[in-house]
């Protein structure tokens, strides 16, 4: 009886904490929206003064950035330089603590729910798949698109391939479609591209990708999705040559912005890439991406 009786308390423990956790998520403040709405636009990015702090240390400090509508952004930098805290501000996934975050004229604080995640695509390195299916997963959003608009993105993302070979295709069950952790961020990809926002954050989206589909979503970046901003935390050399506008980040401040080929001037700048690379070249940030 001895047996039964652990594994009851052992039971009993996960779901303390597992409560525990859930608690943490139900204390979080709801977050605040305005009642404006979004004018005519194509993603102008302004960052004024914005300072994030985290636990006594500055994560973003006073970052000053103009970003043109339809630019496709590289932002660049070493390890804890604060690029995902960018990605995150930059379409209010989380509020400054000082500064302000406009989109089109409009602080990101005044707009209403609805505006804001119409206005806001992400894609993230390990995204959470929210659905019945597999469509829906790719479907989820403030504005459900076509079928195939669904089709198309996952085309566009390189998930159409293994969708069709599950059992129900599209219709395939999330709880029972396995999936590889190149494969999920495949289908967050393809969430991202098939809604019609003014502004796609892509925040270290080819951690697990190959190099053919790494390949394929900067064609589609730079074909399809041209009309929008795009915002893309990136490690490859290639990725940040191709960009309109790369904002190259150190200890939470802005060391550059501008034209790769122009920063590519200042030594610190190229001592961020691989050494034996070339500006048009396949390196990586500190020589660790494959």
Partial sequence: SFGPAVGALR???????????VLEILDAPAVAYGAATLPEGRGHLQLRGVTVRRGGSTLLDRVDLDVPAGSLVAVVGRSGSGKSMLAAVAGRLLDPDEGEVLLDGVALRELDHDSLRRAVAYGFERPVLVGATL??????????PSDDEVVGAACDARADGFIRRLPAAYATPLARAPMSGGEEQRVGLARA?????RLLVLDDVAASLDTVTENRIAEVLTGRLGDRT???VAHRLSTAAAADVVVWLGEGRVCGA???????????YRAL???????????SLGGTTP
């Fill in 230 to 232: 795009r915002m893309v």
């Fill in 135 to 144: 469509a829906d997963a790719i479907a989820f959003g403030a504005t459900r």
């Fill in 258 to 268: 501008g034209a790769h080929d122009d920063l590519w001037g200042d030594p610190a």
């Fill in 273 to 283: 890439w691989d050494p034996s690379s070339s500006p048009n070249g396949e390196g």
């Fill in 11 to 21: 039971s009993l423990a996960r779901a303390r904490a597992g409560a525990a956790r």
């Fill in 193 to 197: 591209f098939a809604h019609s926002s």
